[in-house]
């Protein structure tokens, strides 16, 4: 899953990827793994962001892999642009730090407050009120995978999820956040 990690724009405009314990190395169309989990990410979380990069390279739709590196390149390029050895980009999966990226686009460019530092949904999908509700109920993780028909892993994203959305950071805190008063 995605976490610990750390992203930083080169003089050049690369981008270097560091997750921990790992080598750094550059984030390139190949890397996929990333580039599929941060687009899940960023479509539940920053539907906005989402729709806009969509809409800025709909051109390379037709190229899906590389639509999707130009979609997760620039979103990067625009929220964790320096190297900071204290506190990682992606500390936990759903949970990013941004940080305060030197454009000189700043207080002009169309993006910025929608790619650029983009305004987390903190509104929860139906799908993710029920994970919570049937955690509140007292079911386990594979309880309400088996419930719901999802897989353990689906869960275990709504869960991440919820956590991003509403700041939360154990299961715990949902479980006693949606505890049925039966």
């Known amino acids: 899953m995605l976490s610990k990690i750390e992203f930083y724009t080169c003089p050049d405009g690369s981008v270097n990827i560091q997750p921990f314990g790992e080598p750094v190395r550059v984030y390139e169309q190949s890397c996929r793994d990333i580039t599929e989990e941060m687009l899940v990410y960023i479509k539940d979380l920053y539907p906005d962001a989402f729709k806009a990069l969509s809409e ?86 594979p309880e309400v995978a088996q419930e719901l028909c999802i897989s353990l892993f689906t869960v275990a994203r709504h869960i991440s999820n919820i956590k991003a959305r509403l700041n939360l950071k154990h299961t715990n805190q949902i479980i006693s956040l949606f505890k049925s008063s039966e």
């Open 56 to 141: 800025l390279y709909s051109k390379n739709q037709r190229n899906k892999d590389y639509f999707e590196y130009r979609m997760v390149h620039r979103f990067v390029r625009c929220n964790f642009g320096e190297y900071d050895g204290l506190h990682f980009d992606v500390s936990r999966p759903g949970v990013f730090n941004f940080e305060c990226v030197r454009c000189p686009l700043k207080g002009e460019c169309q993006y910025e407050g929608v790619i650029c530092r983009p305004k987390l949904d903190n509104k929860l999908s139906a799908r993710e009120q029920q994970v919570a509700e049937l955690l509140g109920s007292g079911m386990s993780k």
